[in-house]
């Protein structure tokens, strides 16, 4: 039976999470952080800028950002999920593969003397605050040894069991927060929209027991080219989650890919670590930070001074990111205005003007949601979208706002190789039995060749 509180907590959750899926987007800002261009986002022509749209019900994760936004809105929210928790806020579980389990992962941290945070000073705060308390026994946050974390894990691996690991990490540690980067494992084509129903099942999960995931980008693979190509939607897949959830979000491939072999050790998976007189993963000079492990410590722990500074102490928040433009229906589609491109929403009472497209013959006589792109040059995209259970969406390529200019249509994933100018993408709702099978989704959009 779970507890009295913990059902309040999962109510209050779903509750904030259904508000979530079907308010509307932000849009693109280089807040939430140093984030760049690093993760080789491009802009794109969405014409005017019209009027500011109001703040949105919903924060927008910018691409290019290193952390996602901490605004009210996010805040708030992450401030529910912990109210009346029995978490505790100064310890953090880690959650992951073999990247994660490698104790120089965060594990110096507990150790004054192996630890140098240079021009990172600032973070000393939260490396004391996540520090002073045993997340055991024996260990801290930083050096425990998790029940969640293991080689070769994949997330249907964390989810199996009962309970299953991440549970039996959360009842041991009772973290206020967990670090998660699940990925690396699952880059292969088959393995992506699984991959996006587990890591929001990971998600959902530690929200309603109370604890606020961290969730993290993969690094680059350099061992194989496919699974490499497959990573930029791995990672668009993490932040669409995170985003549609509103918990933290962190880019460690934008801040790996600038580095040597994009901070790999030799067998192209695993993380590099700096070499002085020892292994030295904590320190965090600028020779230090041309290794791998020492860039994914600094970034998780300007994970955890976000979530202690904006959660915990209740910091002012960061600006609200302007909105994304569009309703999503034909005459005010949303306009996609950077890949790559993520987005959640939902069919359900959206307008539903078309019910056969030239490019099949299928029932799609439910709500549709469109979105407009304009390209510059001739471009190689891809489109998945990820849809809730029950809900039964295909996306629809057109270049034009009419059913006769559809060209290419798709269950779940959709590649394109398109020219110059204006392009429509319409997430429709397929018809099964009479019934329009409409509800919440997930979209990316990524570019797999040419350019803009």
């Not at 605050?129 to 050096?143: I, N, Q, R």
């Amino acid at each position: 039976m779970v507890p009295a509180m913990a059902s309040l907590r999962w109510l209050l959750t779903v509750l904030l999470l259904t508000t979530t899926l079907v308010a509307g987007c932000g849009g693109e800002a280089d807040g939430g952080g140093d984030g760049g261009d690093a993760d080789g986002g491009d802009e794109i022509d969405g014409g005017p800028s019209g009027d500011a749209a109001p703040p949105p019900e919903r924060t927008r994760y910018p691409a290019g950002a290193a952390h996602s936004p901490m605004t009210a809105t996010v805040a708030s929210r992450l401030q529910a999920v912990l109210a009346g928790s029995t978490q505790r806020r100064d310890v953090f579980a880690k959650i992951g593969d073999s990247i994660t389990v490698d104790p120089n992962f965060m594990g110096c941290f507990a150790r004054d003397g192996e630890t140098d945070l240079a021009a990172s000073a600032a973070l000393e705060p939260t490396r004391q605050y996540f520090k002073k308390t045993l997340a055991d026994a024996s260990a801290t946050s930083f050096d425990r040894v998790s029940l969640a974390a293991t080689v070769g894990w994949s997330t249907s691996d964390a989810l199996a069991g009962a309970p299953n690991a991440i549970d039996r990490e959360v009842t041991a540690a009772t973290p206020g927060f967990a670090v998660v980067m699940f990925g690396t494992n699952e880059t292969e084509d088959v393995g992506v929209h699984p991959f996006e129903k587990n890591l929001g099942s990971i998600t959902d999960m530690l929200l309603g027991r109370g604890v606020i995931p961290i969730l993290s980008t993969i690094p680059p693979r350099g061992d194989s080219a496919v699974a490499d190509a497959l990573v930029i939607e791995m990672n668009a897949v993490v932040r669409a989650v995170a985003e549609s959830r509103q918990v933290p979000y962190m880019d460690l491939w934008q801040r790996l890919t600038p580095l040597g072999a994009g901070g790999l050790a030799g067998d192209g998976v695993h993380l590099s670590v700096y070499v002085q007189g020892g292994v030295r993963g904590c320190i965090l000079t600028d020779a230090g930070l041309m290794k791998g492990v020492n860039q994914r410590n600094r970034i998780t722990l300007e994970a955890l001074d976000r979530v202690r500074r904006f959660v915990v102490d209740g910091a002012a928040p960061e600006a609200e990111p302007p909105a994304l433009r569009g309703s999503g229906t034909w005459d005010d589609p949303i306009i996609v205005d950077r890949v790559p491109f993520v987005d959640s929403g939902t069919t359900t009472g959206a307008e539903s003007r078309f019910a056969t497209y030239a490019c099949g013959a299928q029932n799609e006589g439910g709500p549709e949601r469109v979105y407009k792109i304009t390209l510059g040059a001739p471009t190689m995209l891809r489109a998945r979208v990820y849809v809730d259970t029950g809900v039964d969406t295909d996306l629809h390529w057109l270049d034009g706002p009419r059913a006769d200019a559809c060209v290419g249509r798709a269950d779940k994933t959709l590649d394109v190789s398109t020219g110059a100018g204006e392009h429509w993408l319409a997430v429709d709702s397929f018809v099964s039995g009479g019934v329009p099978r409409a509800g919440g989704y997930r979209l990316t959009l990524v570019r797999t060749g040419g350019g803009i």
